[in-house]
T-cell receptor, first 116, second 113 residues
Framework: AQTVTQSQPEMSVQEAETVTLSCTYDTSESDYYLFWYKQPPSRQMILVIR??????QNATENRFSVNFQKAAKSFSLKISDSQLGDAAMYFC?????????????FGSGTQLTVLP | GAVVSQHPSRVICKSGTSVKIECRSLDFQATTMFWYRQFPKQSLMLMAT?????????EQGVEKDKFLINHASLTLSTLTVTSAHPEDSSFYICSASPLYEQFFGPGTRLTVL
């Protein structure tokens, strides 16, 4: 079974600074997707960024980028120029492509605080 | 695009009654819908996966007779909590998937008195 581990329950960052959230996963599959979701106080899950495992290039989305290390099964999220609106719970998630496709396995989450 | 709605957003009910939560994909067809439960400051726990026109697949430990799921069309899935008890109070989130990505509804907070 796939597992996703987020070892940082809480993180904080100064506004305008950069922060990196860690995520590791375990799978025997070679093709899969990895995601970072953001859940603000409203509790609406918002997709931040997506990475296809077959792509070597790290995904970027404006101020958000990932460091995808397939061999190490590591998928960290870097937030640059942090803004107050980035404060939220961040979940790393894994989805395999075969079998019960599209089912997401979530990590336990990292609560990010942005300090003014 | 890719909007998922949930109704109601909040519901309070008495112990022993049943509550129905609707999940709709507004601008796409969802072959698969998922239902999650989330406790405060915890991650999302998958309850069941439903495919249009077929029976839902429940995760281990989820009572299928208590949490009835119906996926009658490509845009609508419902979760009915039957004979609700205070321990069923939680935040329920649905998601809809047209392909490999899931789009989430805003969630429903259920409080059972």
């Amino acid at each position: 079974a796939q597992t996703v581990t987020q070892s940082q329950p809480e993180m904080s960052v100064q506004e305008a600074e950069t922060v990196t959230l860690s995520c590791t996963y375990d799978t025997s599959e070679s093709d899969y997707y990895l995601f970072w979701y953001k859940q603000p106080p409203s509790r609406q899950m918002i997709l931040v960024i997506r990475q296809e495992a077959y792509k070597q290039q790290n995904a970027t989305e404006n101020r958000f980028s990932v460091n995808f290390q397939k061999a190490a099964k590591s998928f960290s999220l870097k937030i640059s120029d942090s803004q107050l609106g980035d404060a939220a719970m961040y979940f790393c998630a894994y989805s395999q492509l075969s079998g019960s496709a599209r089912q997401l396995t979530f990590g336990s989450g990292t609560q990010l605080t942005v300090l003014p | 695009g890719a909007v998922v709605s949930q109704h109601p957003s909040r519901v309070i009910c008495k112990s022993g009654t049943s509550v129905k939560i609707e999940c709709r994909s507004l601008d796409f067809q969802a072959t698969t819908m998922f239902w999650y439960r989330q406790f405060p400051k915890q991650s999302l726990m998958l309850m069941a996966t439903s495919n249009e026109g077929s029976k839902a697949t429940y995760e281990q430990g989820v009572e299928k007779d208590k949490f009835l799921i119906n996926h009658a069309s490509l845009t609508l899935s419902t979760l009915t909590v039957t004979s609700a008890h205070p321990e069923d109070s939680s935040f329920y989130i649905c998601s809809a998937s047209p392909l490999y990505e899931q789009f989430f509804g805003p969630g429903t907070r259920l409080t059972v008195l």
